[in-house]
């Protein structure tokens, strides 16, 4: 029987939530001869203003050549996309069997979460448990629709005591995140002075935590002045003091009877549009005042009081240990990238990828670009390109290793996620784009180690980015080669400076105008440059003109060696020059303006000549506003710039004199 391979489709692995998922689908098919893939695809409907809409990409690859079932979660996207927009975008995975989760479809088999009894019991559990009257209830700005059913259930529950949450305890923040969390307690707290609710019913483990933090800071006791519960069952549940009263959607099991159901369909054949219910589990702990806060942070008790003992529950030494670990992981990813310069090649990059990537305990990976990279605006469906390439592989776990002869070659994505020889498998490993603002350059595959998903995640924007320079340096360094071999064309004579074979302000307007164009497409700002060498009239006046332009030519051989193949050098006349650099900032700048000043005094001390060799310089940053990219204006701008500099040289000249 010829192996399958499955794909869940989810927004973020670094969730614990999409964790769940990715262990429960993963505990069924590793019992089976198939490959499952996890696609983080992002949102559909991306409502945010920066490029994370190049997430989705990656789900056209998802086609009947390349996968053969898909667990879609449609749970996690209700709440930046309706329930229509999801339905209709299930339907774009045509004649590929498909299982959602967390919505009940009625022409697909769905697995759903049934919470409205533990919302029930919650409610009623805060009320006559621990006679609470004035509940407030923490809720993100725009809740999905599973997060609105359990505010009403909360509400309906209450209301049968003859309690409600009056709308100043409707605590809302922007997002999910914590820091998110705490702005909005700081909020509260600034608005009213002082907590005006006994408990706090918090729509996510995440805003509990922010809670207990927040609140513990303003001396709030907890549970004895305010109960807190959350929602998830999160790992650090257990950890946190005091440990969390929650609900545990028991999300591993969704995903496990999702795959089993997936399995049957695509082995034999069975259409499917059952509905499976899988009941969540209300858990007590110490925040809400059930247990102590000196009991054993692994017990919880349930609905019926009865006490249990929590044997996934992590180990405190355990938590911090692996904290430290992933800190540790953390700085050496930044220490990594960081070192990588904006000018290094593409071949470069694909020579080193695999040490880093096994650095970071990944034990194989497939770089895969798109043989011209994709600019794109926000897209609902991305038409993948029919050609792209490995720029780099290794896969330890089957000894094989990056092979420039098998990777330089074009395939079609659409009909092979990664060609053969790459790597033994593709079971159990992610998929990512690769993408750098608006540029889609291609996706990665990889399988994660034993680090925290918010490190991959971290470790895979970095790669992006530095993909990005890469290739732009590489079609800059093209240009620049191309550049030089026209420049032996009788053509470029009129755009060449004769005396010192850099450009003339002809052609370094042209060519500077057509690198920042290039620059600000691929989202890349730069600087301009305008500098004057000093005293030029005084070497011409006193030692001639021939050694002028000895000192010309010396200044122009001393700005080629110190600026990269890919900035744009030109002399505009007389003892004028300019640079546009792209990805320079004003900082390098200076460290650059430095390095100049060095070269300059070596020159002087081992020329032999009478004249002393100087240049000062302005420069002005371009942004990615085309209206503010003229380089003419720029030009303009850094002369100003460069006056000052000018200014700055002469009082400090004049200063020094009168000290003498």
């Known amino acids: 029987m010829e192996s399958k391979r499955f794909a869940l489709f989810i927004d973020y692995i670094e969730s614990v939530y999409s964790q769940r998922l990715i262990e429960g689908a993963s505990r069924f098919f590793s019992s089976k001869d198939v490959e499952f893939l996890v696609f983080p695809c992002g949102a559909l409907n991306y409502l945010g203003k920066n490029f994370g809409y190049q997430r989705l990409a990656i789900a056209s690859l998802i086609n009947k050549k390349n996968i053969d079932g898909v667990i879609f979660v449609c749970s996690s996207q209700e709440t930046n996309s309706t329930t229509d927009q999801i339905y209709s975008y299930l339907k774009s995975f045509m004649n590929i ?89 700081q909020n509260y707290k600034k608005r009213f002075g002082k907590f005006r609710f006994d408990s706090l019913v918090c729509m996510t483990d995440t805003l509990a935590f922010a809670s207990i933090d927040y609140l513990s800071s303003c001396n709030v006791k907890i549970p004895k002045d305010i109960l807190i519960t959350g929602f998830d069952d999160e790992d650090n549940a257990t950890s946190y003091s005091p440990t969390l009263t929650t609900i545990n959607q028991n999300v591993e099991k969704q995903s496990y009877y999702a795959a089993k159901i997936l399995y049957k369909m695509v082995y034999k054949g069975k259409s499917n549009t059952d509905t499976i219910t899988i009941h969540s589990s209300t858990i007590f702990r110490q925040s809400c005042g059930c247990l102590s806060l000196g009991s054993d942070k692994n017990r919880y008790k349930d609905f019926k009081g009865k006490e249990h003992l929590d044997n996934n529950a992590n180990d405190g030494f355990v938590e911090l240990s692996q904290w430290n670990y992933n800190k540790s992981s953390m700085i050496k990813i930044i220490q990594l990238y960081s070192n990588l310069e904006s000018g290094i090649l593409i071949d470069d990059l694909a020579e080193r990828i695999e040490a880093d990537f096994i650095y970071l305990k990944i034990s194989k990976a497939v770089v895969v670009l798109f043989d011209k990279p994709v600019a794109t605006d926000k897209f609902e469906y991305f038409p993948m390109p029919s050609k792209a390439h490995v720029l780099s592989s290794f896969d330890s776990e089957g000894n094989l290793h990056f092979n420039t002869k098998i990777s330089r070659s074009s395939f079609n994505p659409n009909e092979k996620i990664v060609p053969d020889g790459h790597v033994t498998t593709l079971n159990e490993m992610i998929v990512s784009s690769v993408y750098c603002n608006s540029i889609l350059y291609g996706y990665l595959i990889f399988k994660p180690g034993p680090l925290d998903p918010a490190v991959y995640g971290i470790a895979i924007k970095m790669l992006s980015s530095t993909i990005a320079r890469a290739s732009y340096s590489y079609e800059e360094l093209k240009k620049k080669q191309q550049l030089e071999i026209e420049n032996n064309n009788i053509k470029l004579v009129s755009v060449t400076d004769e005396m010192t074979g850099l450009l003339n302000r002809r052609g370094f307007i042209s060519h500077g105008k057509e690198t920042i164009e290039n620059s600000i497409r691929n989202g890349k700002k730069g600087l301009v440059l305008f500098g004057d060498m000093d005293g030029l009239k005084v070497i011409n006046d006193t030692y001639g003109h021939a050694a002028g332009d000895t000192a010309i030519k010396a200044e122009a051989e001393i700005l080629k060696s110190l600026f990269r193949s890919s900035d744009i050098i030109g002399r505009l006349g007389g003892d004028e020059f300019a640079i546009v650099a792209p990805d320079m900032n004003v900082s390098k700048f200076l460290e650059m303006k430095k390095a100049l000043e060095e070269k300059c005094q070596l020159y002087n001390e081992k020329s032999g000549e009478s004249f002393s060799l100087s240049i000062s310089m302005g420069c002005v940053e371009y942004d990615l506003d085309d209206d503010k990219a003229d380089i003419e204006k720029l030009l303009a701008i850094a002369d100003d710039e460069l006056y000052k500099e000018k200014q700055l040289k002469y009082r400090n000249r004049r200063i020094s004199n009168q000290v003498l």
Request: proline share 6%; hydrophobic share 35%; glycine share 2%.
């Open 97 to 185: 069997p498909v299982v959602c989760i967390g919505h009940d479809y009625s022409d697909y088999p769905c697995i759903v979460n049934s919470c409205d009894e533990n919302m029930i019991q919650l409610a009623e559990h805060i009320i006559k448990k621990h006679k609470c009257r004035n509940p407030a209830i923490f809720v993100p700005k725009t809740p999905s629709l599973d997060i609105l059913q359990r505010i009403k259930t909360f509400n309906l529950t209450i209301k049968k005591f003859g309690l409600s949450i009056e709308n100043d305890n409707i605590i809302k923040c922007e997002n999910l995140s914590y820091n998110s969390a705490i702005d909005s307690l």
